[in-house]
């Protein structure tokens, strides 16, 4: 099984901060998702990347797939109270459909 | 659409009862996963159908739990017997893998959180 390593685990921040979440794996990933989730509900898709190198942009969330498509990071700019949340990246095994789930990152945006 | 459907949304049962999830899949998505979270071990997969067939189970605790999916709108997940340990929110979620895209983006359910007792 590839596993993802995601940090930071937690972070607090106040409103209007820039933000850095990364995800490691020694493994390579044929794609990678990251999603949030909220309180009492399921994870929520935010992007997939699918291209070593490739950049990402929604909104104020910029994702990037590293080169080698081991990494991955999600920055977050201006962060605002509604970012708040449970981030998770997830890589598709290169041989099957199955995803592997980092452990998530629980961020919180302070007003 | 309404997404991926799962009842109940909570479940309180005492040790040794039988607890059965339900979930229905977006209409047309032929993969289905169950996904167990915890604080400890975070977002854990149980075991996945395509086309209503088990593809991998490897991530099934033990015997005390099994899944099935009689058809491409409804899948279950049963504990029998259930114990404490197995107390977490349990996710459903389907996707639909069709080419030339190759990436599985999943849509996930509210969850059901079980507790027992």
């Known amino acids: 099984t590839q596993l993802l390593e995601q940090s930071p685990q937690f972070l607090s921040i106040q409103e209007g901060e820039n933000l850095t979440v990364y995800c490691n794996s020694s493994s390579v990933f044929s794609s990678l998702q990251w999603y949030r989730q909220e309180p009492g509900e399921g994870p929520v898709l935010l992007v997939t990347?699918?291209?070593?190198?490739e950049v990402k942009k929604l909104k104020r969330l910029t994702f990037q797939f590293g080169d080698a498509r081991k990494d991955s990071s999600l920055h977050i700019t201006a962060a605002q109270p509604g970012d708040t949340g449970l981030y998770l990246c997830a890589g598709q095994e290169t041989s099957g459909s199955r995803l592997t789930f980092g452990e998530g990152t629980q961020l919180t945006v302070n007003p | 659409d309404a997404g991926v459907i799962q009842s109940p949304r909570h479940e309180v049962t005492e040790m040794g009862q039988e607890v059965t999830l339900r979930c229905k899949p977006i209409?047309?998505?032929?993969?289905l996963f169950w996904y167990r979270q915890t604080m400890m071990r975070g977002l854990e997969l149980l075991i996945y159908?395509?086309?209503?067939?088990?593809?991998?189970d490897s991530g099934m605790p033990e015997d005390r739990f099994s899944a099935k999916m009689p058809n491409a709108s409804f899948s279950t997940l049963k504990i029998q017997p259930s114990e404490p340990r197995d107390s977490a929110v349990y996710f459903c979620?389907?996707?639909?893998?069709?080419?030339?895209?190759?990436?599985?983006?999943?849509?996930f359910g509210p969850g059901t959180r079980l507790t027992v007792l």
């Open positions: 209409s047309g998505h032929d993969y």
């Open positions: 990347v699918v291209t070593g190198g």
């Open positions: 159908f395509n086309n209503n067939v088990p593809i991998d």
């Open positions: 979620a389907s996707s639909l893998l069709s080419p030339p895209l190759s990436y599985n983006e999943q849509f």
